[in-house]
């Protein structure tokens, strides 16, 4: 009913306005008073935490991205190998796991078929198990030695949005947990990252109040057939997000390229007023800031229509862009949690201009609970 929707038309509308709480909520009593994390409820202690020498991220569609921003978090702050693997491949190779091996199983739903045996396989080897998940009590957390939940409230659009930006706090909390455990030599800046994260729901907030240029943008591209996205590092997965938003709500043809690999076959694509959608880096990491900015540059040269994602304040994609969509300065890392929102409202625009229901897109369904 209307009332269920707060107003909205859609569900996905309410939950993508909702965002700024559910982060905040997700970080709600995580961060004690002396500015460190607390996440004893995870089951695993720290000596169990300090004895990983190895993670491995399990997901699915959605979930799957939050585990690719993942490992760029784990590998930085964590100091730890990390590999992400869709889950419905996971156990059909043959993954070496010990019981030094932590594996991370993101699932909003903690039904995902796939996932599920993915972790099952994972416990038969002996590695450790944690789940990431929004459903309390669900098969997937049930099964695992340890749970970190995310606190997004119900989700009934069945495209991911809050519970995927959730997600990534979630991700970020369990690298930064373990920096702080294992004492790596970014200890000063996971210590600043904590504090950071606690600004993260304002910042996600300002991203909101800009949105209608985009939503303008997107009734504008109802007609088209196709959208490129490119990203590099973490932008590469948001790239990703913003393609599977597209596919799944305007069924359109989208792809996401990590925009290094442009010049290696994507480049072909580019055709007159293709749009191509640009997620770029802080102006702080200068030389992948830079690359992409010759990218940009690149594709409008061959009469791309680009749609670049820049941080306030960044002029050099000025020249370039046909549109230009601003997010908030927050440190490489976590700006996936201010880039995939225009991508959200993008696609929800975009798909409700061609009529259709972003509740429900045709043939999904909202957690996939048979292999
Ligand atoms: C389905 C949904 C996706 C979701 C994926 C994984 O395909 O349509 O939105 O990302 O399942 O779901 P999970 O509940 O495991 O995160």
Redesign the pocket.
Known sequence: SAAEKGGYDYFMLKEIAEQPRAVADTLLGRIGADGRLVLDEMRLTDEQLREIDKIIIV?????YHAGLIAKYAIEHWAGLPCEVELASEFRYRDPILTRTTLVIA???????MD?LMAVRHAREQHARVLAVCNVNGSTIPRECDGVLYTHAGPEVG???TK?FLTQLVAVYLIALYLGQVRGTKWGDEVFAMIQLLERMPEKVEKVLETMEPVRELARSLADGHCVLFLGRHVGFPVALEGALKLK?LAYMQAEGFAAGELKHGPIALIDKDLPVVVVVPPRARAVLHDKIVSNIQEIRARGARTIVIAEEGDASVEPYADTLIRVPAVPTLLQPLVTTVPLQVFACELATAKGHDVDQPRN?????TVE
């Open positions: 997901a699915c569609g959605t979930a993101i699932s909003q739903s903690g039904e995902t996932t069945v495209a991911a519970t799944e999904l369904a909202k957690s996939v």
